[in-house]
């Protein structure tokens, strides 16, 4: 039987950053990772494989991240556990001194008669499977997305670019429901429809058509649509099968309990990734957000601090900070939306900017940026961002969640000293985050009546 210091299970982004920071931290560790899946790969990545990807195998995360990176890449099945002895599908017996699930999740499949019809997937982390979805789409004509999120909206636009009829049906009032307010969404189904996709809100599939293989579907409305594919993205819950058979705590919709630091009821076994517990940057309360880029921020806060607590810091909750492109437009957010800010009973402001983000924007490539800020009108911090235009959208996202995270205040950003260019930026005078948090301040001060606003003004003075 082989012993390891350190054994993650899972091979996807959490647990490869977690391998690499353990062994950057504990370099005279022995680390094991396991993984089920012969190939592994990177999730963001599968919509892009339906188009902008040759083929699946253009979206691999390679195995030299982790055996460069001093850690054993073991490919077999964890199927159960005596002590601190992990029982693999093969036969084979692992012995551990920490152990870190980064199992993942799996997708949520809607109560939908006919879903097991030829023809019908949904977004899968397997190779083989996702190999299978894009042969299936080259013979596809009339597709149907169930689901507008992320990467439902994602997928639609590859297909669309592909030059297939694709249908997007979304149960809730707009695209991109959670993470971006009414106009946000607006904006998403504009740029969809304008590459020729079809958007149905409000809408339920209550059947899947087809003698054996798909034929179409059925709408709760009783109205049928012509569809020879069906693809399903209606999100996805943790993988809570080891952390069962472990005896460990977890929510079945949230995932494993873990405290601030990510360690289980368990003292030596942690949770990372989308099959951990998260709580909510503002509320405390549970998070459902599943994002690479916060289970990575995971994995190198339990690497670090497997043994002792190298560095004192805490997992402080999830922002949940998004980007995508749609049909060449580009959408971000971070932090809380007007709408959630409504639900929570805050006290807010809003502020506005919309720029080129190029000077001048006659430049070649500039396009429009539309930033939307929400600041507390009480402690002036900034809540949330929302934003769409060109690139730069990308980087302006985790600018914003930095300034969010940090608890900026609105003349904390007024007074930024940022750096531009005319190919690169929109210019120094219009610069979209610093117009907005203006325009927010402006809607402040004409807030405050002015009797109020010199009493406040004299009672900084004295302080």
């Given at each position: 039987?082989?012993?390891?210091?350190?054994?993650?299970?899972?091979?996807?982004?959490?647990?490869?950053?977690?391998?690499?920071?353990?062994?950057?931290?504990?370099?005279?560790?022995?680390?094991?990772?396991?993984?089920?899946?012969?190939?592994?790969?990177?999730?963001?990545?599968?919509?892009?494989?339906?188009?902008?990807?040759n083929?699946?195998?253009?979206?691999?995360?390679?195995?030299?991240?982790?055996?460069?990176?001093?850690?054993?890449l073991?490919?077999?099945e964890v199927?159960?556990?005596?002590?601190?002895?992990?029982?693999?599908?093969?036969?084979?017996?692992?012995?551990?001194?920490?152990?870190?699930?980064?199992?993942?999740?799996?997708?949520?499949?809607?109560?939908?008669?006919?879903?097991?019809?030829?023809?019908?997937?949904?977004?899968?982390?397997?190779?083989?499977?996702?190999?299978?979805?894009?042969?299936?789409?080259?013979?596809?004509?009339?597709?149907?997305?169930?689901?507008?999120?992320?990467v439902?909206?994602?997928?639609?636009?590859?297909?669309?670019?592909?030059?297939?009829?694709?249908?997007?049906?979304?149960?809730?009032?707009?695209?991109?429901?959670?993470?971006?307010?009414?106009?946000?969404?607006?904006?998403?189904?504009?740029?969809?429809?304008?590459?020729g996709?079809?958007?149905?809100?409000?809408?339920?599939?209550?059947?899947?058509?087809?003698?054996?293989?798909?034929?179409?579907?059925?709408?709760?409305?009783?109205?049928?649509?012509?569809?020879?594919?069906?693809?399903?993205?209606?999100?996805?819950?943790?993988?809570?099968?080891?952390?069962?058979?472990?005896?460990?705590?977890?929510?079945?919709?949230h995932?494993?309990?873990?405290?601030?630091?990510?360690?289980?009821?368990?003292k030596?076994?942690?949770?990372?990734?989308d099959?951990?517990?998260?709580?909510?940057?503002?509320?405390?309360?549970?998070?459902?957000?599943?994002?690479?880029?916060?289970?990575?921020?995971?994995?190198?806060?339990?690497?670090?601090?497997?043994?002792?607590?190298?560095?004192?810091?805490?997992?402080?909750?999830?922002?949940?900070?998004?980007?995508?492109?749609?049909?060449?437009?580009?959408?971000?957010?971070?932090?809380?939306?007007e709408?959630?800010?409504?639900?929570?009973?805050?006290?807010?402001?809003?502020?506005?900017?919309?720029?080129?983000?190029?000077?001048?924007?006659?430049?070649?490539?500039?396009?429009?940026?539309?930033?939307?800020?929400?600041?507390?009108?009480?402690?002036?911090?900034?809540?949330?961002?929302?934003?769409?235009?060109?690139?730069?959208?990308?980087?302006?996202?985790?600018?914003?969640?930095?300034?969010?995270?940090?608890?900026?205040?609105?003349?904390?950003?007024?007074?930024?000293?940022?750096?531009?260019?005319?190919?690169?930026?929109?210019?120094?005078?219009?610069?979209?985050?610093?117009?907005?948090?203006?325009d927010?301040?402006?809607?402040?001060?004409?807030?405050?009546?002015?009797?109020?606003?010199?009493?406040?003004l004299?009672?900084?003075?004295?302080?």
């Amino acid at each position: 039987m082989k012993k390891y210091d350190v054994v993650v299970i899972g091979g996807g982004p959490a647990g490869v950053t977690c391998a690499i920071s353990a062994h950057n931290t504990y370099p005279d560790k022995s680390i094991a990772l396991i993984r089920r899946e012969k190939t592994a790969l990177i999730p963001c990545g599968i919509p892009y494989i339906l188009h902008s990807l040759n083929s699946v195998d253009e979206n691999i995360l390679p195995d030299g991240l982790v055996a460069n990176n001093g850690a054993d890449l073991i490919i077999d099945e964890v199927v159960e556990k005596e002590e601190k002895v992990l029982k693999l599908k093969s036969g084979k017996d692992i012995m551990y001194d920490k152990l870190v699930l980064a199992v993942g999740s799996a997708s949520v499949l809607p109560p939908i008669k006919g879903m097991e019809k030829v023809g019908v997937f949904h977004v899968k982390k397997d190779r083989d499977y996702l190999a299978a979805m894009k042969d299936y789409t080259k013979k596809a004509n009339n597709i149907v997305i169930i689901g507008g999120g992320y990467v439902g909206v994602e997928i639609a636009d590859e297909l669309l670019k592909k030059g297939k009829r694709v249908t997007v049906i979304e149960m809730m009032d707009r695209l991109l429901a959670t993470t971006m307010d009414q106009e946000f969404g607006a904006k998403a189904r504009e740029v969809l429809e304008k590459a020729g996709g079809t958007i149905l809100v409000e809408n339920k599939v209550s059947a899947i058509l087809g003698d054996g293989r798909v034929s179409g579907i059925q709408l709760q409305s009783g109205e049928n649509l012509n569809a020879d594919m069906v693809i399903v993205s209606t999100g996805a819950r943790p993988n809570l099968t080891l952390a069962s058979k472990f005896g460990l705590a977890a929510h079945p919709r949230h995932g494993i309990w873990v405290n601030e630091y990510l360690r289980t009821m368990d003292k030596d076994i942690f949770a990372i990734g989308d099959c951990a517990s998260k709580c909510d940057f503002f509320t405390g309360e549970f998070s459902s957000v599943k994002l690479a880029s916060t289970a990575m921020a995971e994995g190198r806060l339990v690497g670090s601090n497997l043994f002792e607590i190298k560095v004192v810091r805490k997992f402080i909750g999830v922002l949940g900070s998004f980007s995508t492109k749609i049909n060449g437009t580009s959408f971000g957010t971070s932090g809380l939306t007007e709408e959630k800010a409504k639900d929570m009973n805050l006290d807010y402001i809003i502020g506005e900017a919309e720029t080129a983000d190029r000077h001048p924007g006659k430049l070649p490539g500039a396009t429009k940026i539309h930033l939307k800020l929400v600041f507390s009108r009480y402690s002036h911090t900034l809540l949330g961002a929302q934003m769409y235009g060109g690139d730069s959208v990308g980087e302006m996202v985790n600018m914003l969640s930095v300034i969010i995270l940090n608890k900026m205040t609105d003349m904390d950003i007024d007074n930024l000293q940022i750096g531009t260019h005319p190919l690169l930026s929109a210019s120094p005078i219009a610069y979209p985050v610093i117009s907005a948090t203006v325009d927010a301040i402006k809607k402040w001060y004409d807030y405050i009546p002015k009797k109020e606003l010199t009493n406040r003004l004299d009672s900084r003075k004295k302080h």
